[in-house]
């Protein structure tokens, strides 16, 4: 009986991260009874299909969460920041895919592959999914941190645009529009002066024939915070408060699916077949990894799929200790809608099956 | 008198490399005597322009380096394996660009900021040039190295695909014009299904909307050549047999300029506001680095100039020992054909000035 199911609300149902939710909700085993689809008053009254079924976009009120068990947040930080508490006033259970509660004490940040026991002790009724550029390698990083100790990453990203939103894509797709058929690329600034007043770009930089190493707001000491983030978010799921992580984040002109080079250097010496194999079987990655063949992970190719992808794994020449890899991950999907719904997915096995 | 000055042979002057040559030729204070331009016989007879006088190109002969005293080889690593001791037993000093001899015991590799005395010593009458990767990176590292001490560098590189030749820039100019106004790059395969056969790429997967984690040949136990490389040559260029590099690759969808993301771990601790001023002040840097203000390198500003451009400069947070920085050099200025033309200065000012 689908009544006695928890019942589930999307808020923020109608944005880019909103729309892929949708999508795995319909696709992925039904735990949930109803589904209420939350937004912004200006998004209120669209229709959405959800589990093959059309429904109506509710407007955010503190009503809305009456009856609702867990509630998916996917709206800015502010929104979250706002909202989450009031939710969970109601007893709603907020799993926040937002920065709001990320570092905070009382707040669980979990990656289900990872640190599924950490869900259940929520002093706040709030449950925290991380960064994208995070979510991108602590899978692949967790299953080897399990048998190696991992106790150093370097870690540097080739961030696609959609992390930085709608307005990232569109920044791209206008600017390729502008530089494809030409032959810019070649002279200092050519490329910033055909594309002349990048209005509404979220990037400092051209980022079509372009990379831009920036990301997030200054955080101090010349850190980007979602180089702060990756660090902090690292040390939190893995709950290593000593790791050292140095990180740089980088925009490429891709528009889904971040990719991070990662060396990673491990309290014990590396077997590589072991790390193979620990990959190969670790549950959301895929090894794909066999360069001769053409065989690594590229955006092209991992974009719209759910796990990490990793390739390039060879043992560091000069440290028995080191690892490097490659890794690809959908920052929409596993970076972001994907790790909510599987936290969801978690605490809906909490409440009472009364079928 | 020009007659008197050491006259210069450019091998491979049709080349993209050889292009730029010229016009480095063309721009700098005048040391060379008769100047020969020399190519493969399917280019030869073509007429250049070089010092604003144009010039016939000649066939590579062995006779054609009589009374050459120094020649610069912009070719293929084979031509140069072959040719240039041809021309070194005729008492030319050659200045080689190619892979060919950079590894090689009895040939110096030299950086002219960083190892100027090394171009004496050159047994086989041979001068190499680095890989346009690690000239991206050596120069910013080699004047930290001067102060600190390098001990470890780890490096991701963001690579234009005019490191892959022409072959490169073609398939990325071709690839864009078909992605351009669509809305592919979010499904798996999408864009490397649009493209279709991508023949003549030398590219494993789409350059464009992607970015390919793989550049040069295979080398064993997971590594590729162009990664081996930035290894044994900042060792060889540093004198650092002990140095420890952990490199990985990788092919942006951009036109010219390297970027680097770098780790460097030294000897001695930190202080960054020392390493800023040691940056700002060395010779070949550009010190660009107040993220406030949206001032990082990015290749867009970068190409088409001479220095290697670095930001992002900021102290490891959990190593004293550590830093972070951002570099920019164009691939085929410094990265080529300007650490060439600066290696043959340094060594027409051996012979006599005979005014």
């Not at 999914?129 to 299953?143: D, E, H």
């Not at 100790?149 to 569109?170: F, I, K, N, W």
């Not at 079987?281 to 066999?290: C, F, N, R």
Request: net charge negative; proline share 6%.
């Amino acid at each position: 009986m689908t009544a006695c199911r928890p019942s589930l609300a999307v808020v923020g149902a109608t944005g880019a991260i909103g729309g892929v939710m949708l999508q795995i909700l319909s696709q992925h085993a039904d735990v949930w009874g109803e589904v209420k689809l939350i937004a912004s008053p200006r998004s209120a009254g669209r229709k959405l299909v959800v589990r093959g079924e059309e429904s109506e976009v509710l407007e955010l009120t503190e009503d809305v969460f009456d009856d609702v068990d867990v509630a998916l947040f996917l709206v800015p930080d502010e929104v979250s920041a706002q909202w989450a508490p009031i939710a969970a006033a109601k007893g709603t259970v907020v799993i926040d895919d937002s920065a709001a509660f990320r570092l905070d004490a009382d707040v669980p940040l979990v990656v289900p592959e990872i640190n599924p026991h950490a869900v259940r002790i929520r002093p706040r009724g709030i449950v925290a999914s991380p960064n994208c550029t995070t979510l991108a390698l602590i899978v692949a990083v967790g299953a080897l941190h399990a048998e190696f100790g991992v106790r150093e990453l370097v870690v540097s990203s080739y961030q696609a645009v959609s992390g930085a939103g709608r307005e990232g894509v569109a920044a791209l797709r206008e600017q390729l529009s502008m530089v494809a058929g030409t032959e810019l690329g070649t002279k200092p600034g050519d490329v910033r002066r055909a594309l002349g007043d990048t209005e509404g770009s979220p990037f400092a930089a051209p980022v079509a024939l372009n990379v831009v190493p920036w990301a997030g707001t200054e955080a101090g000491d010349g850190w980007s915070s979602e180089e702060l983030a990756i660090r902090e978010e690292c040390r939190k799921v893995l709950d290593l408060p000593g790791l050292r992580v140095a990180a740089t984040c980088v925009y490429v002109p891709v528009v889904a699916t971040h990719s991070m080079s990662v060396h990673a250097r491990f309290e014990n010496e590396i077997a590589v077949d072991r790390a193979h194999e620990i990959l190969a079987t670790a549950p959301g990655v895929v090894l794909y990894d066999s360069p001769a063949a053409g065989d690594f992970p590229t955006p092209s190719d991992v974009v719209g799929t759910d796990p990490t992808w990793v390739g390039r794994v060879r043992r560091s020449l000069d440290d028995p200790r080191g690892l490097e890899l490659f890794v690809c991950g959908d920052n929409l999907r596993k970076g972001a809608a994907l790790n909510v719904a599987q936290i969801a997915e978690s605490v809906a096995a909490e409440f009472p099956q009364r079928s």
